[in-house]
């Protein structure tokens, strides 16, 4: 049995530990689209610019706010956590190709990369979903509850 193995065998059957780092990881990749929705909040006529220089017209600017703070505080809370992945990960490769596509320059290389890998992070959200610490409702749109197991 390797060290991974083992290691990866003593911490699954933890509910606690994958429900806290499901959670961890949904801030983490949210964090960078909610603070970037604010930053173009505040300084929204660079912003606007910078938009056009990829091509996309001034007026989606408050588009993509919308989507970056609701997005990432969807993530946050654990709503439609799928759909927003999916949402994101597109949003990511997208955004590399019309923003961060001279790889002969060095920091766009990295930005490039950055976005690519980001993507990479909400596909797996979108095939593992949100875990259990999440906002869920149920078919009658009743608000669920934590399990038991995880929430006791």
Known sequence: ??????????????????????????????????????????????NAQFLASGGLPEWMLPFVIIFEIGGATALIIGFKVRAAALAFAAFSIVTALLYHNNLA???????????????????ILVS??????????????????CPPQICA
């Open 1 to 46: 049995m390797t060290t991974l193995t083992s290691i990866e065998q003593n911490i699954t059957p933890y509910p606690h530990f994958t429900a806290v780092t499901a959670l961890l990881g949904r801030i983490g990749l949210a964090a960078i689209f909610f603070i970037s929705g604010i930053n173009k909040i505040q300084f929204y006529e660079g």
């Open 105 to 123: 320059d060095q920091i766009q290389f990295i930005l490039f990369f950055k976005n690519m890998a980001t993507a990479g992070g909400f596909l």
């Open 128 to 145: 593992h979903g949100a875990g259990p610490l999440r906002l869920s409702f149920s078919k009658n749109n009743r608000l669920e509850k």
